[in-house]
């Protein structure tokens, strides 16, 4: 499907998110050729970072080697002189488009111009333009590669070396690493100049004519990944435009004949779908050892980390539709162990801590991780020291990938990953002597409202679970690869007992007479009131309601769902508790994550709530159609897309609506199919 934006004036930050391409490695915001930073373009990389001075590390952004600019009889093409515009992003494809057309005084031009991604060949980017003339006339153009990118805490890079014809510019980073763009150009003409000025490198064209088209490939060099090549050979094999693009049709052909769901609904959510899915497709990462970051490809927001959005949220769609890229994912956390151990050290544990925001297994996240919007100073958050929910998610995950892809190799390599995690659980507990039980003290849960809190529910089921999967992954070991489950159970031999206890000892905060779960010990103590109600108390709109002074601390709203994820990862609970948390916890809910919506579905499902669950559904399959989510958490900008709720709008359709959840549709949905790697399903309503 394609999503269409009209008008040349429209927010170019949210277009920029909205109509992106990318193929895992790369992406390119959806902007126009002739924007620079101003209007936010940027050719993105995956784990790709650097760090300036003291400022936060991210990803680099690349030059970019699709800047445009166009004279027409001597008047430039610019937003003073459109007649009319518009640009679109095709699912189906991933080919972005444009069209512009412009009126200078005797000329009418179009520009139309497509991009796209090589999905074969990652270091590839292709674009056409097309400037077309009612009649003949005098065309100057200046393209190539912008070296003045947009950055959150850059300048990235400085340039090394420039070359012409081909256009390529060699850079290092602020830490040493290089990076090249190479633009070859096909086009009837030859450029009259080439220079290097202002931050460009630019060909320039003078052509009397009606029509002229260039077709440009960007070859792409990173050194982190492309270590024994840069991108000659590639150069020198180019293929056409058009055999690129029918080799891209028949890539996007054969991906969403896994990955495709069929909708027929009342909102015609259709598009919401697709794009939701699109958007999962082209995060994922083409190689091992890389993993998805929580804005995708669209920018550097959250420092181009990796958070539990990948695993509890993204990872269930690779493993219906693209299997091996959920076992890259899962590894990209089997190789980072190393960092988790040592992270758990730095605090004084034993065993696995992982990163709360993962650059290469490093923990991105500061101690200073929002700004009061009132004084500008940092505010000390927890997110890295206490969110210790984090192991645990990676550990139900990798059995979860084990188990559905029945890859030994997984647990043989990840077992090892089960009870470091477990085993920290074990080290981070403190033993109640009174209670006669492990508890997890000083935790942050899911809801980052409420820091520094005791026992939060789902981190201590979570633990327990942890547990529970590292003594079932050596017992499936032991059965299917007896050599390494010897090897481990005496490399472990001290430390399983310990698990062991764990397991049998950590608290888990039952459901009360009504049913409830309390959240964390001394929740239900806090002020009843609502998201609503807060929203009056806040003297700033982009003030953070967390921390220790936020205007949530100290009542039961809570930012995203907490004991409702909870019920949603752990199948272990009877119904009536399902529907008294979900009743209890709604109306203190915010949703101020765009995690949220999706655990809310999900359960909604599974207590035939139909019709909360449909709206559920489409708030998470909308969010980045909409240009939802927080923009600014305080006055930190934390905008560009969601994948973690396009993959809560999968789970909402596979295991909400296709599960043993509701017994037919939501009313509003007349049928659903749902294409995987291996089987189809359809469902009617009945
Ligand atoms: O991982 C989430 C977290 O749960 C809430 N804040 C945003 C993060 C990244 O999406």
Request: aromatic share 12%; proline share 3%; net charge neutral.
């Amino acid at each position: 499907m394609t999503i269409t934006e009209n008008g040349y004036g429209g927010d170019r930050l949210c277009r920029g998110d909205k109509l992106i391409i990318g193929n895992g490695i790369y992406g390119y915001r959806g902007t126009l050729e002739e924007n620079g930073k101003n209007e936010a373009v940027a050719l993105t990389t995956c784990s790709f970072y650097d760090r300036r001075g003291d400022s936060w590390r991210e990803p680099v952004n690349m030059p970019n080697p699709l800047y445009l600019r166009v004279k027409a009889n001597g008047t430039a093409l610019s937003k003073e002189n459109v007649a009319y515009h518009t640009e679109s992003l095709n699912t189906d494809n991933g080919v972005f488009s444009r069209c512009t057309v412009f009126k200078i005084k005797d000329v009418t031009v179009t520009l139309k111009s497509e991009r796209f991604f090589s999905q074969i060949d990652y270091r590839l980017l292709i674009s056409k333009v097309t400037l077309s003339c009612d009649k003949s006339a005098e065309m100057e153009i200046a393209d190539g590669i912008d070296l003045d990118v947009w950055d959150i805490n850059g300048p990235h890079f400085t340039t090394d070396s420039v070359s012409y014809n081909p256009l390529s510019v060699y850079c290092t980073t602020n830490e040493g690493k290089h990076l090249a763009v190479t633009l070859y150009e096909k086009c009837p003409y030859k450029p009259v100049n080439a220079d290097f000025s202002n931050g460009k490198v630019l060909n320039f064209y003078k052509v009397f004519t009606k029509e002229i088209t260039l077709e440009r490939f960007a070859v792409l060099y990173r050194s982190d990944l492309d270590k024994c090549d840069d991108g000659k050979m590639l150069l020198n094999n180019l293929k056409g435009y058009d055999d690129y693009y029918k080799e891209n049709l028949k890539w996007w052909r054969e991906k969403w004949k896994c990955a495709k769901i069929e909708i027929e609904d009342e909102r015609n959510s259709q598009l919401a779908l697709d794009y939701s899915l699109y958007q999962l497709i082209i995060y994922a990462p083409k190689v091992s050892g890389l993993s998805i970051s929580a804005r995708g490809l669209s920018g550097q927001t959250y420092k181009g980390a990796v958070f539990w959005d990948t695993e509890m949220f993204m990872i269930p769609f690779y493993l219906k539709t693209d299997k091996n890229t959920a076992k890259n994912l899962i590894r990209y956390r089997i190789d980072t162990l190393d960092k988790a151990k040592q992270k758990a050290r730095e605090y004084g544990y034993e065993g696995a801590f992982y990163a709360w925001e993962s650059q290469d297994g490093v923990d991105a996240c500061s101690d200073f991780n929002v700004t009061d919007v009132f004084t500008g100073r940092p505010v000390r958050t927890y997110f890295k020291d206490k969110q210790i929910h984090i192991s645990a998610d990676i550990a139900v995950s990798l059995y979860q990938v084990y188990k559905e892809t029945k890859d030994i190799g997984i647990l043989n390599d990840g077992i090892e990953v089960l009870l470091e995690c477990a085993y920290f659980y074990y080290t981070r507990s403190y033993y109640n002597h009174i209670k006669k039980r492990y508890e997890l003290l000083d935790v942050l849960g899911p809801d980052e409202y409420h820091e520094r809190v005791d026992n939060n529910a789902y981190t201590n089921y979570m633990a327990h679970e942890t547990a529970c999967l590292a003594i079932k992954g050596l017992k499936e070991l032991s059965k299917k690869s007896p050599e390494r489950y010897r090897e481990i159970s005496e490399i472990y031999k001290n430390i399983i007992p310990k698990i062991k206890k764990f397991k049998e000892g950590i608290y888990l905060p039952k459901p009360n007479d009504n049913g409830l779960i309390e959240q964390f010990s001394g929740y239900f103590k806090l002020e009843d009131t609502t998201p609503c109600e807060l929203k009056k108390r806040l003297k700033d709109p982009k003030e953070y309601w967390g921390g220790s002074t936020g205007v949530a601390t100290a009542t039961r709203v809570i930012k995203q769902a907490d004991v409702v994820m909870l019920l949603c990862v752990l199948k272990r609970f009877p119904l009536e508790v399902l529907k008294a948390n979900y009743e209890f916890y709604l109306p203190y809910t915010e949703h101020g994550s765009s995690l949220s919506y999706s655990a809310y579905a999900r359960l909604a499902c599974k207590l035939q709530l139909k019709k909360d669950a449909y709206e559920w559904f489409i708030k998470t399959a909308r969010t980045d159609l909409d240009g939802g989510g927080k923009k600014y958490a305080g006055s930190l900008y934390i905008g560009g897309t969601h994948p973690a709720a396009c993959g809560g709008a999968y789970l909402t359709v596979t295991e909400g609506f296709l599960s043993d959840g509701l017994n037919s549709l939501p009313d509003e949905i007349n049928s659903i199919t749902v294409n995987t790697q291996t089987k189809k399903y359809k469902l009617k309503r009945n």
